[in-house]
């Protein structure tokens, strides 16, 4: 009979019966089809050991760390499980020497988020084991702090990058810097992907040729509209080609707390992407605003929504939330003299 172990646990350490519970599970590995780990880190500790085995029948695995340790969470390098089809790690990291290909060849989906700098790992290793796992739909990769660290961000740009393809895979998401990013993605093909979701940390100035030229090979990824929304903690690009009833496209957003470098973030990145998003002809600005609060004294400079929307001179319907009417306005018009149609000509 398959085994289904799920215990969730986000503050209180372990009672004794619960980890002795959870450890007789985990030694049953030759039945253990579903598990599921939520807990804080020292608490997993224990479990992480206990999955150096075979797993022949597990197809869903989900661990989380809720709390930070100085000492890593790391899944053990003899971790076999030939069925997993779903991978989901938070705080954990993956040995280096662990083979996905050998060791869980089945994932249809790979989730790793808040990758602990310890756990780092090369773009181009990733891609090594990417190119050997045929029926991944789904990957996730985030990291918890920027990496790799600018000192080193030189090395990523002189490795020789040999192409791959992921036939299948249809969601990629990634959460880290723009050299990472742009460095994985001149690594692989994705013929049939239907969603990019990216989130950079701010940095001063973006670079992005490798994403450019990588959603142009996407016909998916093709833009008719944009959204950008500007939130507490971030600024985000969501566009749509006007066909997908499911949230698919192309999501950018950059992490940071100003609104001031918000927008200047989001400039940088629409201007990078010039040429993906040059066919955008109806565009929606809006504000949270339980998230962000200015007034005139410190609100932007109408210049800096000038130049944002200077990215879009082929915008033809443009949608401004209620918080961003005033903002909006004031950057529109020329000299209080109307709208400036030499802004968006074909509005």
């Known amino acids: 009979m398959p085994l289904l ?7 209180t350490a372990w009672a004794q019966h619960d980890k002795e519970n959870i ?48 000492a890593s969470l790391v899944l053990p390098g003899t971790f076999r499980a030939p069925n997993l089809r779903h991978l989901a790690f938070h705080d954990i990291g993956l040995p280096e020497q662990l ?39 789904e990957l996730s990769i985030g990291f918890a702090v920027p990496m790799p660290r600018p000192s080193t961000e ?17 969601r990629f998401t990634f959460r880290g810097v723009v050299v990472y990013l742009e460095n994985l993605i001149a690594q692989i093909y994705t013929p049939l992907l239907e969603q990019l979701n990216v989130t950079l940390f701010f940095q001063l100035a973006f670079t992005l040729v490798n994403l450019t030229q990588f959603i142009h090979t996407i016909e998916r990824l093709r833009c008719l509209s944009a959204s950008i929304h500007f939130e507490r903690n971030r600024a985000s690009i969501v566009t749509s080609n006007g066909e997908s009833l499911d949230g698919g496209g192309l999501t950018i957003s950059v992490i940071c707390m100003s609104l ?50 200077l990215q879009f001179t082929g915008v033809r319907r443009l949608h401004i ?4 009417t005033s903002e909006l306005s004031d950057a529109l018009t020329s000299d209080g003299a109307g709208l400036d149609l030499e802004l968006l000509p074909d509005l």
């Open 23 to 70: 450890s007789t599970g985990l030694q049953q590995h030759g039945r253990v089809r579903r598990l599921v780990l939520q807990a804080p880190s020292p608490n997993l500790r224990t479990c992480l050991v206990e999955l150096n085995e075979h797993f022949p029948q597990l197809e869903y695995l989900s661990i989380e760390s809720t709390t930070k340790v100085e």
């Open 154 to 170: 030189g090395e990523l740009l002189h490795v020789p990058i040999p192409r791959v393809t992921l036939p299948i895979l249809k």
């Open 321 to 324: 939330g209620s918080a961003l």
């Open 99 to 137: 083979s996905l290909s050998a060791s869980i060849p089945a994932l249809v989906t790979l989730t790793l988020t808040y990758i602990p700098a310890p756990c780092y790992f090369h773009p181009g290793h990733l891609v090594t084991q990417l190119q050997e796992l045929p029926f991944l739909e």
């Open 260 to 309: 001031d470098w918000q927008i200047d973030a989001t400039t940088q990145v629409c201007g990078a992407l010039a040429q993906v998003l040059s066919s955008i002809e109806e565009l929606t600005l809006d504000l949270e605003e339980a998230g962000i609060s200015f007034d005139g004294e410190n609100a932007p400079d109408s210049t800096l929504w000038r130049e944002l929307l």
């Open 5 to 11: 172990i799920e215990y969730r646990n986000n503050i």
